[in-house]
């Protein structure tokens, strides 16, 4: 006799895609630098799995970009150039429109009274603190702004989507070179975007992070050193 009248079928992640998973967010998060190299048996070993897994995890780290085989050397992990990075941000600014304009009219009250708090919190350590300490200050209570203001779109593919670039940028600490140069502005355009969630007005709320975003990419341009490569890219 069964106790339910359906029980879901439950699998165990291959041990290739925990291999995958855990190599794909060390290359993200830059435990594992651009030009290093490691071999196939030097994963194996790590993770303490047979050279199957090892492969086969590798095999589509290559597949997605983060790694390239090289003969009798290795692996090696792949940087993005300044140019592809600069479309992962024409990427970024399409994905963060479209989720601001839907969170306008889909963000519950409770995630706007949170929202409320965060700019309160920006505002006093604006006020309060100064140089690296504002700075550390400021970075995760901008991050959580982010995530509300970008989950309260209510869908998983956009979220997801949105996350997904966004890994790439933390891998190259944009935010560590953009925020120093807009402190007051960023604060700014997040208080503008929270007014425009309140108006439910999901075309002003996605001016100001056209807006925001515009003004971001170009001084990271500037600031990263790559004015000169980037000086014709058209970020649409």
Known sequence: MSLLPSVPEIHIQPMREVVYEHLRKAIVLGELKPDSFFT???????????????????????????IERVPKKGNRVLGISPYELAHSYAIRKALETLAVKYAAIRITQPELDELKKILDDLAEAQRTLSGE???????????????????????????????AQREIFDRYR???????????????RRTELYRAFVARDPERAAQIWIEHLDESFAIWREKSGYAEALKDFQFF
């Open 40 to 66: 196939d048996a030097d994963i194996a070993e790590e993770f303490g799995v047979s050279r199957t897994p090892a492969r086969e995890a590798l095999q589509k780290l290559e597949s997605n970009g983060y």
């Open 133 to 163: 300490v504002m700075l550390e200050t400021l970075f995760p209570s901008i991050k959580r702004f982010n995530e509300i203001a970008f989950e309260a779109c209510k869908s998983t593919r956009i979220i997801e989507a949105v996350w």
């Open 174 to 188: 944009v935010m560590r070179i953009v925020l120093p140069n807009r402190v007051e502005k960023s604060i700014y």
